[in-house]
């Protein structure tokens, strides 16, 4: 499965670009034009989420962080499903 992304999103994307400094999504820093970012879907695909029900930048890093899966020792008590 490739990651298609249309003409619509890259233009969404661009238009967000060009509003940064914006607070990202997932670690709510500021995401500098600087930073390499994504645009994130604010519904996951998996829950059938399209651009047109809004997207929210996010940190790559942010990102790949929370499409991986959870490390096992992280210091904290280990949280709950809600
Ligand atoms: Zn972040």
Not at 18 to 40: F, H, K, S, T, V
Not at 46 to 52: E, H, K, L, V
């Amino acid at each position: 499965m490739g990651e298609r992304q249309s003409m619509a999103w890259r233009k969404l994307r661009t238009s967000y670009g060009n509003a940064l400094p914006l607070p990202c999504r997932r670690c709510g820093q500021l995401i500098m034009p600087w930073d390499r970012w994504e645009l994130g879907h604010v519904v996951d695909v998996a829950d059938g989420g399209t651009a047109a029900q809004g997207a929210w930048p996010e940190h790559s890093a942010c990102n790949q962080r929370a499409s991986r899966p959870r490390p096992h020792s992280t210091g904290l008590p280990p949280s709950r499903r809600w």
